[in-house]
């Protein structure tokens, strides 16, 4: 017999949400579903909660809240509906839960996770911009409220799988000289500058190898993804910008490996499918099924490696230049980079605007140490007006 885990999912109507749902129905006895949360999509949360019945659903935006209960109400659900950012952050500390997924896109994503954190859950992190935004912070938090953390995000689950199970001090206290982290290079990986100037939104949310959300797969195409695992791993992981490399395997195969001071090198494979990470992570330590096929090495038959290139992806380097500033710098870059990417998804700026508005907010912005929260926030919201301003006038 197993014990029942209470799962909280934010951000279940996401793709990373819904991949979760998925695997949850997969496994009806060990867990079930608490408590889901959505910003407005109100008939997508109303057929999740029709069919795992949570004690709680909330929605951030308030009239969609309205609109989900009158439509629950008819039905005789027995769910609860909440509204707003605390609703959030209730459904992340309530005592009855054991799992909290966080899987909101974007610095919204934060205090929801906080609150999981600083009250001891079992945080699955899918949301990669809250260690982005307040590394030093939310480690500390995860420490502090005796939480658990298992990263979701494939490159940090597989380095997970690969590193020592024991708790590190650094990476030299585990025999481990450095961690490379694959990259698929997303849809133009192959593109000059000059087609990347002409890059569409079409093109751009066209991901070679996996499905995911808006935000994430144009993050994908400029490859600042790949600047934000970096400092997603740096905080997980305890690593120096010098001790992260990031390796472009166009395949998406291996899904980033440890390399140990005798030269060993391991990896973690599988099919590009989120489910596994997120199995893993349930499931840690044990293995559950999860959906996913057999990887068909034959049918793959290769795999290729390419170092990034700097000049094409500016927005690679410029996630290493804030993580070597430090401070509020990769809160900011997050920022600008969150405004550029609205505005190139609502067709307002070009494809290579992107980079250049975060490395002209990055460059006027005052850098200070992270010390609170409310220092990262205050930075986060100077950059969003930062980039705003940016696009009015260009
Ligand atoms: P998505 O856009 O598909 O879903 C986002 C979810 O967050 C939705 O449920 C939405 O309702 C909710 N949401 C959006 N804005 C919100 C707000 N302001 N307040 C509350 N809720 C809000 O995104 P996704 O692709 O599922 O990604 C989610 C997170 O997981 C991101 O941080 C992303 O970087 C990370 N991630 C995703 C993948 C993937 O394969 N999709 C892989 C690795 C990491
Ligand atoms: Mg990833």
Known sequence: MFKLQNVTILG???TIGQQTLDVIARHPERFRA?????????????????????????????????????KLQAIASPTQVLSGLSALEEISAHPEVDTVMAAIVGAAGLKPAMAAARAGKRILLANKETLVMSGNLFMQAVEQGGATLLPID???????????????????????????????????RKASLDELKAVTLAQALKHPNWAMGPK???DSATMMNKGLEVIEARWLFNATAEQIEVVVHPQSVIHSMVEYIDGSVLAQLGNPDMRTPIAFSLGHPERLESGVSSLDLFKIARLDFETPDLVRFPCLRLAFDALKLGGTAPAILNA???????????????????PQIIESVLSHSKIVEVSSLELVIQADEAARLAAADWIAQH
């Open 336 to 354: 600008a980079n969150e405004i550029a990417v609205a505005a190139f998804l609502a067709q307002k700026i070009q494809f290579l605007e992107i």
């Open 12 to 14: 279940a109507t996401g």
């Open 154 to 188: 494939s490159e940090h689950n597989a380095i997970y799988q690969v590193m020592p199970a024991r708790k590190l001090e650094n990476l030299a206290d585990g025999g481990v000289r450095r961690i490379l982290l694959t990259a698929s290079g997303g849809p133009f």
């Open 34 to 70: 608490f408590a889901l949360s959505a910003y407005s999509k109100v008939d997508a949360l109303f057929e999740q909660c029709k069919q795992f019945e949570p004690v709680f659903a909330v929605m951030l935006d308030a009239d969609a809240a309205e609109s989900l209960r009158i």
């Open 216 to 218: 994430i797969t144009i």
